[in-house]
């Protein structure tokens, strides 16, 4: 995509959410019963978390820039003059919203070089999608909303993005606040809080394996597929041996309840109903792709390695391997 949906031009470039293109793509979320949009607002405001003000203040503290150019490519890119002050201040505004997680981006010069090289998993996974000319997409788990601008690169309408993380919500707000679109929106939603709605492909990439639950999170993602649509499960896997479970902690993470094997997804998949269901990639992640960066400064994947034996975690179970399966919802 060449060109963004209106121009920062003068005027500051974040303002209020207009929430009017969403509600008419969607008018049962906007009906008096669905309390969606209040829940949204709610989840938006000053009061939302100890960190909103000092956020707030980074998306007023955006210069106001002309955008020239937008490019939805593996690096997604804003562009246009500014000033050497006009960038630092930019840049300054966006290092409060740290860690950035999902990228690359680049804003009028200011590269954000984040944790994940998320170009590269979008490769993998967009080799085996096709066109996703004029669908409505569902992103559980959509972090900053990278995956929506390669969504929107490969033709969808509209994508709608999930994630509870109140941080990532706002990258993509600033983020957004030059690009101005009406098309990749990023909520600031658990999944379950969501409204069952039929998508023509449902992402969910790097969830199922921090759910309790996880077969119950398949069955509700299946639910948001219309029939003949897809759904893009992405997992952490095992490749050999049983489904690790009940696990304190995997490669320093708390929240991983299970790690399954490539067979599980599938049967996972079949479980919820889905048919031609297929592999599409099994790729081992290296600290090349997922690392710290000067935008992402914690630990990363390098440090949850066994640093004698690479192929293992620091708890000794196999190294992170990551599983793409997809399937189709019968008409």
Known sequence: MNAPDASAGADHPCGDIDWTPLRAAFPAWATPDSGLFALLDARFAATAHGDMGRWQGALAALPPLPVEHVRFGATVTVSGPASVAARAALEAALGVLHPWRKGPYALFGVHIDTEWRSDWKWLRVATHLGPLTGQRILDVGSGNGY???????????????????????MQHRAVNCYIGSAHNWVL??????????????????????????????????????????????????????????????????????????????????????????????????????????????????????????????????????????LGRKPV
Do not use: K
């Open 147 to 169: 995956f929506g601008w390669r969504m929107l690169e490969a033709g969808a309408e509209l994508v709608v993005g999930v994630d509870p993380t109140l941080l990532f919500c």
């Open 188 to 325: 600031p939603l658990a999944f379950e809080e969501f409204p069952v709605t039929p998508f023509d492909t449902v992402f969910s990439m790097g969830v199922v394996y921090h759910r309790r639950d996880p077969l119950a999170h398949v069955l509700r993602l299946a639910h948001c597929v219309r029939p003949g649509g897809t759904l893009v499960l992405e997992s952490l896997v095992v490749t050999e041996g049983p489904d690790l479970q009940d696990l304190p902690r995997y490669a320093r993470m708390r929240n991983v309840h299970m790690v399954p094997g490539v067979a599980t997804l599938v049967r996972w998949l079949e479980a919820a109903g889905l048919t031609d269901v297929r592999i599409a990639d099994v790729t081992r992640t290296t600290p090349e792709e997922q690392r710290t960066t000067s935008w992402m400064r914690f630990e990363s994947l390098a440090d949850a390695l066994d640093q004698a034996d690479p192929r293992f975690t620091i708890e000794g179970h196999p190294a992170p391997v990551r599983a793409i399966v």
